[in-house]
């Protein structure tokens, strides 16, 4: 079954730390991976995807075939990075998003 | 426009009852997508329509809850005889076909079933 696993529900560093969020997916076949994020009290939004390979507010994310990863990183935390971020996938036939359960990030001062 | 728009925001209900949500999505948008979020939980795929058509539906959608879009605009969701687990976030996305993936979500209709 295809399935996004992200093992940490909360995650916290200090502002400057590096950020690694984790994210495994299920699936046999070439996968469009993405993730997004929710502020406090803001709608849920595309923050990146993999095919676009891009850095968005210095968070970039590299989707490693081999251990079926698609790990969300950054080098330096920020405060304003504090936030719900959901590693989604999309794959085969269907042309729904799966999403993981989410790993609240927060970045203490 | 100014995104999804989703309504109402909360709905309190007894159970047994019935209750709908609307949503509005990106004028431009062919695709509506309905999601539901539990504590704890990301968002569970419900269904999802490509204009007027609904080309995907979850195992999850019992035959309480429907969901339709008729003109390919704005879409509803009923759910018949409220049970105390339907209590969640629904949230509504809408894409541009050939963009699964890039969704735009709304704020969500947060519904509590007494």
């Known amino acids: 079954a295809q399935r996004v696993t992200q093992p940490e529900k909360l995650l916290s560093v200090f502002k400057g730390a590096p950020v690694e969020l984790k994210c495994n997916y299920s699936y046999s076949g070439s996968p469009e991976l993405f993730w997004y994020v929710q502020y406090s009290r803001q709608r849920l939004q595309l923050l990146l995807r993999?095919?676009s390979r891009e850095s968005i507010k210095g968070f970039t994310a590299d989707l490693n075939k081999g251990e079926t990863s698609f790990h969300l990183k950054k080098p330096f935390a920020q405060e304003e990075d504090s936030a719900m971020y959901y590693c989604?996938?999309?794959?085969?036939?269907?042309?729904?998003?799966?999403f993981g359960t989410g790993t609240l990030l927060a970045v203490q001062p | 426009d100014t995104g999804v728009s989703q309504n109402p925001r909360h709905k309190i209900t007894k159970r047994g009852q019935n209750v709908t949500f609307r949503c509005d999505p990106i004028s431009e948008h062919n695709r509506l997508y309905w999601y539901r979020q539990t504590l704890g939980q990301g968002p569970e795929f419900l269904t999802y329509?490509?204009?007027?058509?609904?080309?995907?539906k979850s195992r999850l959608l019992s035959d309480r809850f429907s969901a339709e879009r008729p003109k390919g605009s704005f879409s509803t969701l009923e759910i018949q005889r409220t049970e105390q687990g339907d209590s969640a976030m629904y949230l509504c996305?809408?894409?541009?076909?050939?963009?699964?993936?890039?969704?735009?979500f709304g704020e969500g209709s947060r519904l509590t079933v007494l």
């Open positions: 989604a996938f999309h794959g085969g036939a269907t042309n729904k998003l799966i």
């Open positions: 993999h095919i």
């Open positions: 996305a809408s894409s541009l076909a050939g963009k699964t993936g890039e969704l735009f």
């Open positions: 329509f490509q204009n007027e058509a609904q080309l995907e």
